[in-house]
């Protein structure tokens, strides 16, 4: 699927497609939002989850991987760092 595909389907079928089909990569905190990161083929989507109403309130896609940044810091990559 396309980032222009995903982009005309209405929000349900999105959320669905997200749910069968992406891959989780992970989670940010974000004031008010707990931001879910994942990866559908090409692009990523961002899924922003309000925390106090319990309810999915935006959906931010995107192909730029400089838009990852925010999710850098919290990889743990001490074991790949192992020296001997």
Do not use: N, W
Request: glycine share 4%; aromatic share 14%; charged share 35%.
């Amino acid at each position: 699927m396309k980032l222009k595909d995903f982009k005309i389907l209405d929000r349900e079928d999105q959320l669905h497609c997200i749910e069968e089909r992406a891959i989780l990569l992970g989670y940010r905190d974000s004031g008010v939002y707990t931001v879910a990161l994942f990866q559908l083929e090409g692009f990523y989507i961002e899924l922003f989850y309000d925390i106090i109403k319990l309810e999915y309130k935006r959906i931010k896609l995107f192909e730029d991987t400089a838009l990852l940044d925010p999710y850098m810091e919290l990889i743990d990559i001490t074991e790949l760092c192992y020296l001997r």
